[in-house]
């Protein structure tokens, strides 16, 4: 769990850093700047900035899939955004986001 509040700080901080350079720090567009880095690369690569520096990628549940996609990403993004779902986790420590776009977390 520490690897992914930590991947998930650093993420927060790149789209913070992001919204005070174009926006004068707007919490609407620091949401709207972690949704789209987490959509775009967790769709294509499987992870974010925080995710690689802290050794985890998601990847989904189905094995010999390669890659997350468009879609489970956007479900993905989508309900870690709302944070509710984030924050329910399974018996296997799996956040309602990940079941619902049907991906994992894994150490790399």
């Not at 890659?67 to 479900?75: E, Q, W």
């Amino acid at each position: 769990m520490g690897r992914r509040i930590g991947a998930l700080m650093v993420d927060w901080l790149v789209a913070s850093l992001a919204s005070l350079a174009f926006f004068g720090y707007d919490p609407m567009a620091t949401l709207g700047i972690f949704a789209l880095e987490n959509l775009l690369l967790v769709s294509t690569l499987g992870y974010t900035i925080g995710h690689r520096l802290f050794g985890i990628t998601v990847r989904p549940e189905v094995a010999g899939v390669p890659y997350i996609g468009f879609l489970r990403g956007a479900v993905r993004t989508l309900l870690l955004c709302l944070v509710i779902p984030a924050v329910i986790w399974d018996a296997d420590g799996r956040g309602m986001h990940d079941k619902a776009a049907r991906t994992v977390i894994v150490r790399r």
